[in-house]
């Protein structure tokens, strides 16, 4: 079992920044793929960056690829992601995942296992 806690999210202008933290608890995180994804009101959920075990591979959906990083620190059992240059369209509850069966990076959510419960972030035009 694995539990989820994010934290970070809020309200934030056009064009500025925001780290979202997401907590782990429960298994070795080290043994874990990691995940963001983000949801907006009447949309589908959608991939935003993965990070493989070791930190070293990292993949980002085209929409945030240049603006958003994803990191981790194994020793605090955490997955990061910072969030630079933020748009309106940015605006969603941010979800972070982990994938407990494979090592590779993958953008499909149901290869996730586990959830956390979101976090609200808004940007504001």
């Known amino acids: 079992q694995v539990q989820l806690v994010e934290s970070g999210g809020g309200l934030v202008q056009a064009g500025g920044s925001l780290r979202l933290s997401c907590a782990a608890s429960?298994?070795?995180?080290?043994?874990?793929?990691m995940g963001w994804f983000r949801q907006a009101p009447g949309k589908e959920r959608e991939f935003v960056s993965a990070?493989?075990?070791?930190?070293?591979?990292?993949y980002y959906a085209d929409s945030v690829k240049g603006r958003f990083t994803i990191s981790r620190d194994n020793a605090k059992s955490t997955v990061y992601l910072q969030m630079n240059s933020l748009k309106p369209e940015d605006t969603a509850v941010y979800y972070c995942?982990?994938?407990?069966?494979?090592?590779?990076?993958?953008?499909?959510?149901?290869?996730?296992?586990?959830w956390g419960q979101g976090t609200q972030v808004t940007v504001s035009s």
């Open positions: 429960g298994r070795t995180f080290d043994s874990y793929v």
């Open positions: 995942a982990a994938d407990l069966v494979r090592y590779g990076l993958t953008r499909n959510a149901q290869n996730y296992d586990y």
């Open positions: 990070i493989t075990r070791s930190g070293g591979n990292t």
